[in-house]
């Protein structure tokens, strides 16, 4: 049998586990990309264990890859799999699929000192904490805002997988919550390619490099280890990806709406593809006269009903076809035909993002839309293994999802096609933040869609550096809503808040309550001006807000009074720091102090998206200003 040396970063990866528990308890991650090796990065946590083990994933072929690897080692360990039709409990370390082990939560009655969960990005959080998930939000119409609240289930499967997905996300709870009353110390490990989870978001809360992924309850509380999957690639760990553009027309996915857990709906995809049967056509003719001299290859289809149109124009000998409904025997038949090369095509909707190893793959065809970029690095990392006579993967996208392979996960719906990860420092803890953001045409970024700064913060050493009770996150933030009572900055979404516990002001209602009254106007404004002005010897800095057809409304701010300087900077300052931060390259916080600083701010000074006066004597008084908007009404220069 085989004997597997570590390589240097999984070595690295299990000392940063064996480094972390024994400090805490606290649940940990550890995320390598595709065909990085976890399976021995396990194998030797297992080895070094001194008590039982119980290693959990969701698929008997990683039950079974797991296993061996362990035993390499010259050692002994169970199994517990109706699929491998083994139930072996009696050992010191026991590998075993979700599925059954739930389902038979009597046998798992001894203590256990460490969980180890494989492909962990299937693991919700427990029941009780689902409804605090995400804070909610306004939106438009009902539709979106039910399809907000429903259960969040990873985008990697089709709705015919879905209800497995949800089931298995509970067992996982189920038994972590059985071995916890057993033993309450039981540690708990995940490891992933993806830890990021359309609809869920990142599942865990902090990272060892010092920043925050959640503020929300999360499955796991530490990120311990992380390696970009660039670091594999150049280091010849992992083949080198050929990534092309098609030559042909590409599908075009951009006038479907993705729901709230960035998932496209089958029907919406289905109606499109079936609009252009052609293209799927010439698309599957490009692959197979691309794919002439390739060893395997792995189409990634949007739908079912998509993948069996991509079938049906494949050399039947040659091609298969694998989805959710596939029954398990014929899959295990199907696959291991394509492992020894008697099959060339497989198709496949999602099933075989994970848990699916074929090192001889050297060819993708990308034929699915996705808004997550782990998912991208997922599908490509099927043909990255290393094989005999292979020199690289050539991956095709023919859906334009236009994500660099090498990018991480910026932890955010994409805002627009336009939108790029760029790196934006905290003026308060200089803290590199990656948001998504749109550059000019020389690559300096114009505006991001950062919220608040991810650093961690007030770590008394780098020892405890990942300890929860020794970090706090940054309270810089770039966009945020006033609380009128206290002052206090919240989250954009926020109802109540954080400081003083008030009820904030919806900005909806503020809208439709001035739209009502008649001594108001309201402004969807589209841009401002800043003017010296002369009033009584006096000068002025005066602020003119403009609608989309010219409409005007004034203010001035007398900077020769002390007052109207902090007026001006509790309205303008705070969110000029992250402004200046970006354009400007500060760090530092920004207040104006006189009025010819005000004027050279003429470019930068943030831009209300509405506002709202009321009527004077002789003139309209601006009364409110609303930043940051996000509601039901439409803001100026946004489609309607």
């Not at 990392?381 to 050539?394: F, I, W, Y």
């Not at 020892?463 to 002052?487: I, M, N, T, W």
């Not at 600083?597 to 002789?618: D, G, R």
Request: aromatic share 8%; proline share 4%; charged share 25%.
């Amino acid at each position: 049998m085989e004997v597997f040396q570590l390589r240097d970063y999984q070595q690295e990866a299990v000392s940063a586990v064996l480094k972390h528990f024994r400090k805490t308890n606290e649940s940990a991650v550890i995320v390598l990309p595709t065909g990085s090796g976890k399976s021995l990065v396990i194998a030797e946590l297992a080895r070094l264990a001194k008590r039982n083990i119980l290693v959990l994933t969701h698929v008997k072929e990683l039950v079974e890859q797991n296993h061996q690897k362990y035993e390499t080692y010259g050692v002994t360990a169970g199994i517990y799999s109706a699929g491998l039709k083994l139930k072996e409990t009696q050992h010191q370390v026991t590998f075993a699929s979700i599925q059954s082990a739930a389902r038979n939560l009597d046998d798992f009655s001894e203590p256990y000192s460490l969980i180890i969960i494989d492909e962990c990005h299937r693991v919700n959080l427990a029941s009780a904490d689902l409804s605090n998930e995400q804070p909610k939000e306004l939106f438009k119409d009902k539709t979106k805002y039910k399809a907000q609240n429903k259960p969040e289930l990873d985008p990697k499967e089709q709705p015919q997988e879905k209800a497995n997905k949800q089931s298995n996300s509970n067992q996982y709870q189920q038994i972590i919550k059985k071995l916890m009353q057993v033993n309450p110390e039981v540690k708990l490990l995940g490891l992933t390619a993806t830890p990021y989870r359309l609809g869920m978001g990142w599942i865990y809360k902090k990272h060892y490099r010092g920043f925050m992924r959640s503020e929300e309850n999360r499955p796991f509380e530490h990120c311990i280890y992380e390696l970009p999957i660039r670091y594999l690639i150049k280091r010849q760990y992992l083949t080198e990806p050929n990534l092309v553009d098609a030559t042909i027309e590409h599908y075009d996915f951009s006038s479907l709406q993705a729901n709230a857990s960035g998932e496209y709906s089958p029907k919406d995809m289905n109606h499109l593809l079936n609009k252009n049967p052609r293209v799927t056509q010439s698309i599957i003719e490009q692959v197979i006269e691309l794919g002439h001299k390739r060893q395997g290859i792995m189409i990634f289809a949007a739908t079912v009903e998509h993948a069996k149109e991509v079938f049906s124009y494949l050399p039947t000998k040659l091609s298969a076809l694998i989805t959710g409904a596939t029954d398990n025997t014929e899959r295990d038949k199907l696959i291991k035909a394509f492992k020894r090369k008697e099959i060339k095509y497989l198709v496949n909707v999602s099933v075989l993002t994970t848990g699916f190893d074929a090192p001889h793959v050297d060819m993708i065809a990308i034929l699915r839309p996705t808004q997550s970029v782990s998912l991208y690095q997922q599908i490509i990392g099927r043909g990255l293994r290393l094989s005999d006579n292979k020199k690289d993967c050539l991956v095709i996208d023919y859906t334009g999802n236009d994500f660099d392979l090498y990018h991480p996960e910026v932890g955010e719906k994409k805002p627009n096609s336009k939108s790029q990860p760029v790196q934006v420092v905290c003026p308060s803890c200089e803290f590199p933040n990656v948001f998504w953001g749109i550059c000019d045409d020389d690559g300096y970024l114009v505006e991001h869609y950062g919220r608040r700064c991810k650093g961690l913060v007030n770590v008394p050493s780098e020892e405890q550096a990942y300890l929860a009770e020794s970090q706090s996150q940054c309270d810089y933030r770039f966009v945020f809503k006033e609380c009128p009572h206290c002052g206090g900055e919240n989250d954009i979404a926020a109802r109540n808040c954080l400081q003083c516990l008030e009820v904030l002001v919806d900005p909806d209602d503020m809208l439709k309550k001035a739209l009502k009254l008649k001594g108001s106007k309201v402004i969807r404004c589209a841009g401002l001006n800043l003017t010296k002005v002369s009033d009584k010897g006096t000068d002025k800095l005066k602020i003119t807000y403009h609608d989309e057809q010219g409409t005007e409304l004034n203010e001035s701010f007398d900077f020769s009074k002390p007052n109207q300087v902090k007026v001006f900077n509790d309205i303008f300052s705070k969110r000029l720091s992250g402004k200046i931060s970006v354009q400007l390259g500060s760090t530092e916080s920004f207040e104006v102090k006189n009025l010819e600083q005000a004027l050279k701010l003429a470019n930068i000074l943030p831009c209300p998206n509405f506002v709202i006066a009321s009527k004077q004597k002789y003139y309209w008084r601006v009364k409110d200003r609303i930043f940051d908007y996000h509601g039901k009404y439409r803001k100026a220069n946004e489609l309607k």
